[in-house]
């Protein structure tokens, strides 16, 4: 997913690069393909998708490390290869291909499967189970915020509900819950705002990312290069606002690397979002949601 336009702005020459999404390793493929001195930590949360790029990445042999993590634990695998800084950071915020279109993963409105939405299946509570506990105003705020989900408190009211009834176990009990609850024609785009809040939430994944924008500048080099893919306007709003110097950021697992301030550690490459070119989201339409942004360590 815009693959010219992340190697464009990422590839910086040789050195350590770290791909925090490792996903399904398109990404991380190319850019070791067309920076041969470059070398990639590897990180995901999913240990499934992290076989299959094991396997996609070995032909670079000892230029690739790989460990399974969240954001929150990326720290760990870095010191574990020398703490090097990196010359550049992918982190691609999308979902794989390979775990949409598994009905296991519960992650697709597309297919009927379990409602679980979990991105790593070995840790954590199902989505399933953990509505049944949840509070109602905790999943409204889940939806308005990472969703912009209409109506987000009726429909809270409605999932917690029908989930302490047991009568939420599948993704196609969801979408038809949604569909009784907002009304009107049924529309992807509903089910996709709702999924997106849902799984946001269940991964803590705006924790994790704020963590990750908190950590990011102690461990990159003088202009290193980070590039962000986003498909959501909060997910993007966070990182816009991490690189203009405007967060304040709360505890998080990640240690301090330099304390949030007026005065941005961060360049922007970007001034706007990169979006897809309309031939891309033509053979690829998952890709039409995507917000690239670029940003450089300054150097002083």
């Known amino acids: 997913m815009l693959l010219a336009e992340v190697l464009g702005f990422l590839r910086a020459g040789p050195g350590l690069y770290l791909d925090a999404t490792l996903g399904d ?3 991380a493929f190319a850019l070791l393909e067309a920076e041969p001195e470059a070398r990639l930590l590897g990180t995901d949360r999913d240990a499934l998708g992290l076989a299959f790029a094991r396997e996609r990445l070995a ?8 460990a399974q993590a969240t954001f929150g634990e990326v720290r760990e695998a870095h010191l574990a290869i020398g703490a090097e800084p990196f010359t550049g950071a992918l982190m691609d915020l999308g979902l794989s291909s390979r775990q949409i279109d598994d009905p296991s993963r519960g992650m697709s409105f597309g297919a009927d499967g379990p409602l679980d939405l979990r991105f790593d299946t070995g840790s954590g509570t199902p989505l399933r189970a953990r509505l049944t506990t949840a509070g109602e105003a905790e999943i409204a705020d889940a939806l308005h915020v990472h969703g912009d989900v209409p109506r987000s408190r009726a429909l809270a009211r409605a999932i917690v509900g029908a989930a302490r009834e047991g009568r939420l176990e599948r993704t196609s009990e969801l979408c038809a ?11 992807p785009r509903r089910y996709a705002q709702v999924f997106q809040a849902l799984r946001t939430w269940i991964n803590d994944e705006a924790r994790d990312l704020d963590g990750m924008l908190e950590w990011l500048p102690g461990v990159m080099r003088p202009g290193g290069v980070v590039v962000t893919l986003a498909y959501h306007s909060g997910e993007d709003r966070r990182i816009k606002q991490a690189v203009r110097g405007r967060v304040t950021f709360t505890p998080r697992r990640l240690p301090v690397a330099i304390e949030s301030a007026a005065v941005s550690p961060w360049e922007a490459l970007t001034s706007r979002v990169v979006r897809p070119s309309e031939q891309e989201t033509a053979t690829n339409p998952r890709a039409r949601s995507a917000r690239l942004r670029a940003f450089r360590r300054k150097r002083t």
């Not at 032909?59 to 790989?66: A, K, Q, W």
């Not at 819950?177 to 529309?187: M, N, S």
């Open 177 to 187: 819950l949604i569909d009784r609850v907002l009304g009107g024609r049924p529309h």
């Open 59 to 66: 032909r670079f042999g000892s230029r690739v490390t790989l």
């Open 25 to 27: 390793g398109g990404h």
